[in-house]
């Protein structure tokens, strides 16, 4: 642009310079060339010729240049002419518009002749000549064209031409510059008769015209869109709707002319239009139209278009909606059963429509039934889901699955009863996104004859919903397999392959699945759980399904101390724990957690830990003191076991007797004379019975007393609880005291007064409560008042005195030293006296 203006002022200074001694206005110079305007790439040849009178060359010896735009050219002077002609050839010029400068070079460089040359290529021929007729009011005609894909670079005028061959009226319309349409009006066309129309391009370079175009401009109408009225049942016609509709309001006096029609439906829970539109060819606005080969029972939705002949389509029609007649269910249900119990199984059976299953009908149940004729007997489960669970016996083996409507009951699909079976032969599943609303599935499988094939399941993990779950079935050579469903980015999805054998199910391997994966939406909280030496604990809790948005692949733990040296440790999905090792003592750490999934990463908060330093002293002290108590303790053991002395083994191995079982002898290695207690102060030994009660009776017992207590079958234990006391336990009180009494020795008088004649009474203790674990039931013998040299009958209160009979008096001394204890009572009485 720059260059341009400053060949414009150089030619302006040449014509005043040429003017400025003459008073006629001449330039100094005269430059022709071949063309002012030349097809782009063209050689130009251009001269240059100084006038004899022009100022600037009079008396000087002057050298002709020539610029073009702001670049030097090479020239040569004209054969058989002077100095002041010279010419200049450009063989490639490349300009679509410059100057070109003639100057000469005196004292100074002189611009004394110019011209602007263009440049460009002829008009291409218009191409895709089309017209389109409105029939709303008013009336037009619109034609359109493309002017090529080259650039002419000139300036080029369209014009648009038509003619009317009933008529022969001839019509030019004038196009502006840069546009490639125009609305011929109502008064420049006939709708029913045919037309040429051609269009005609014209610049410095040449001229072109379009292909002509004949129509007929109804035929070229584009019409708005109809309208539906109703959609109705044909009576007794299965499968067939009848559809009245009509015109726009502009189009509604081409009521009597014959169209032709589109209709296109799809079903009520559909997305998609019927890919192919059903033609309907010459048919009237006033007449209704059928359309039938529709599914039975089923809500349709449906569109029309309308054109006339080859016109273009008009736009669709609002939907309108219509139901066809309904017939009984057809085609099988594809099922899909898991079996679990033994003796009574708990089965979950999910089904969907095969590719030849009709539901045929709005409100569409199932029904499974153990029996194949339709029954109330043998049902297990009504529904109108897709799925069932119910409870069978070990005994069925298959069900039934029918699908029943307004119209009637499906064929009974046939399901076996088949138990998972303890074996597999899937290996290496893995699941990657297909696209946003589909997952490839694949798995490894190994040969096997009893297989058939395979089930792939899958449903979402955060969500309960058995109505959820969706399955598809493959044969035993597929295994790949793309499912689709409206997966949720960032949502985990459970997706498990199982082996279908020819008698029973295998078991499944199962992965996680996500269509879509981001960075997570939290990372758990760093906890120290414990720290030792060098070492910390650090634990974390796991990151809740709903929040993970992709599969861990780690967890990274960074820290690092003062000394800003930063470390990181991985760890695997499955773990909680990290142990960090080697670190310095007395140094501040900071660490945080990153957790990583294959669509991004999160970070976590910081926290800040302490290593406190070794104290050896401590340490050396609490073991030093830990094995001094350990050695005591042990030396106490010992020492308590293989000690002699008897008061203390006595402390920790107390000798129960067994009375009953045994003499009073027996129960002591030491001599009889060590169950005698030297005086009153000194100490009982704690190896003899648990006590001895002493009981004050009337001074004569009748008989009735004595079956009295020969017959009561009571517990007699309480009859040792005396007011007196025992003599060999000190301070004893029969009710405050957890011991058993061996006996309970009755007195005629009061026990602190002189002791009558009266034999004394020694009564068994008739306690339940085992004085040793190995005493065996039995019947104590009858024991015998060794004061008396014979026993009354009625005083035999130990056991049965039935076998007893009276022997000689033996040596009191013998018979003292076989009861001791009886003894230390005679004693005891002795002193009493």
């Known amino acids: 642009m720059i260059s341009t203006w400053a060949s414009v002022i150089a030619m302006l200074l040449a014509f005043v310079n040429g003017a400025r001694n003459e008073d006629n206005i001449q ?46 050219l090479p020239s040569s002077p004209v054969a058989n002419e002077s100095s002041r002609v010279s010419e200049v050839v450009i063989p490639n010029f490349n300009h679509t518009r410059v100057f070109l400068t003639c100057c000469v070079q005196s004292s100074a460089v002189q611009v004394v002749g110019g011209v602007e040359i263009r440049a460009g290529y002829p008009p291409e021929a218009p191409q895709k000549l089309s017209c389109q007729t409105n029939l709303t009011t008013p009336n037009t005609l619109t034609c359109t064209w493309d002017p090529g894909r080259q650039a002419t670079h000139l300036h080029t005028k369209y014009t648009l031409h038509t003619k009317i ?39 410095e370079l040449g001229e072109a015209t379009s292909v002509p175009l004949i129509l007929e401009p109804i035929s070229a109408a584009k019409f708005d869109p109809p309208t539906i009225l109703k959609a109705q049942v044909v009576p007794k016609r299965y499968g067939c709707l009848k559809l009245s509709w009509s015109l726009s ?68 029609s609002s939907s309108q909606s219509g139901v066809t007649l309904e017939s009984a269910p057809t085609g099988r249900l594809d099922s899909w059963m898991k079996v679990s119990g033994d003796k009574q199984r708990n089965i979950h059976l999910f089904w969907k429509p095969s590719k030849q299953f009709r539901a045929n009908g709005q409100n569409v149940s199932y029904i499974v039934s153990v029996q194949k004729l339709p029954g109330e007997k043998g049902k297990v489960c009504s529904t109108m889901g897709n799925y069932c669970t119910f409870q069978l016996h070990r005994g069925a083996k298959k069900v039934y699955l029918s699908a029943v409507n307004a119209a009637g009951k499906s064929s009974p699909t046939e399901v076996q009863i088949y138990l998972t079976k303890g074996r597999t032969v899937i290996s290496n599943v893995t699941v990657t996104p297909h696209d946003d609303r589909s997952l490839l599935v694949q798995w490894r499988s190994l040969l096997s004859s009893s297989l058939t094939g395979f089930v792939v399941e899958w449903r979402p993990l955060l969500k309960t919903d058995l109505s959820l779950v969706q399955f598809e079935i493959t044969d035993r050579n597929q295994t790949r397999l793309v499912i689709t469903g409206s997966f949720e980015p960032y949502k985990p999805y459970g997706i498990s392959v199982y082996p279908r054998f020819k008698d029973g199910i295998g078991l499944p391997q199962t992965v996680n699945a996500y269509s879509r994966q981001k960075a997570p939406s939290m990372v758990p909280k760093l906890r120290i759980k414990k720290t030792w030496q060098s070492h910390i604990e650090l634990s974390w809790d796991e990151i809740p399904l709903d929040q993970r948005n992709g599969i861990i692949q780690n967890y990274k733990v960074f820290y690092w101390n003062e000394k800003a040296l930063i470390n990181a440790v991985n760890v695997e999905p499955e773990e909680r724990r990290l142990v960090l090792k080697d670190l ?57 076991c293989f000690s002699n002395h008897k008061r203390m083994k006595r402390r920790f191995w107390p000798v129960v007797p067994d009375p009953a079982n045994s003499s009073v002898k027996r129960w002591t290695s030491d001599s009889t004379q060590d169950a005698c207690l030297a005086s009153d102060s000194e100490e009982p030994n704690p190896i003899y019975l648990s006590h001895l009660s002493f009981l004050d009776l009337p001074v004569k017992l009748s008989k009735e007393h004595d079956d009295t207590w020969l017959s009561s079958a009571e517990d007699t234990s309480d009859l040792g609880e005396s007011i007196c006391g025992s003599p060999f336990i000190p301070g004893y009180s029969g009710s405050n005291s957890d011991s058993v009494p061996y006996a309970t020795v009755m007195f005629s008088g009061p026990c602190n007064s002189p002791a009558p004649n009266v034999p004394h009474v020694y009564v068994r203790s008739e306690s339940t409560q085992p004085l040793l674990e ?38 009191p001394d013998i018979l003292w030293d076989d009861f001791p204890f009886l003894r230390a009572l005679a004693m005891n009485d002795t002193q009493n006296d």
């Open 27 to 72: 330039p100094c110079a005269k430059v022709q060339t071949s063309s002012l305007v030349v097809p782009l790439g063209s050689p130009v040849t251009a001269t240059c010729a100084i006038r004899d009178g022009c100022p600037l060359v009079i008396g000087q010896n002057i050298h002709i240049e020539w610029r073009l735009g702001d670049h030097f």
């Open 165 to 203: 061959w009933d008529s022969n009226e001839n019509h030019t319309y004038k196009v502006l510059p840069g546009v490639h349409r125009y609305t011929i009006p109502r008064s420049g066309f006939v709708l029913f008769s045919e037309m040429e129309i051609y269009v005609k391009a014209v610049n």
């Open 249 to 316: 309001q502009h189009q509604a006096w081409m009521r009597d002319y014959r169209l032709n029609l589109e209709v296109r439906l799809k079903t009520a829970e559909s997305s998609k239009w019927s890919e192919q539109p059903i033609p309907l060819s010459q048919v009237r606005p006033t007449r209704p139209v059928e359309q039938c080969r529709l599914l039975h029972g089923t809500h349709y939705l449906i569109q029309i278009r309308v054109r006339y002949q080859q016109s273009p389509w008009s736009e669709w």
């Open 584 to 640: 310095n003592t007395g140094s501040l750490y900071e660490a945080f957690m990153m957790v990583s999934t294959f669509g991004g990463s999160l970070n976590g908060s910081t926290i800040h830990f302490e290593i406190e330093p070794f104290d050896a002293v401590a340490v050396v002290m609490i073991v030093t003191v830990s094995g001094v108590g350990l050695s005591l303790l042990i030396i106490f053991t010992v020492m308590t």
């Open 774 to 811: 190995t005493e065996e039931s039995f019947s104590p013998k009858c024991y015998r008042n060794m004061a008396t040299e014979r026993m009354p009958r009625e005083q035999c209160f130990f056991g049965s005195c039935h076998d007893f009979a009276p022997e000689e008096a033996a040596d």
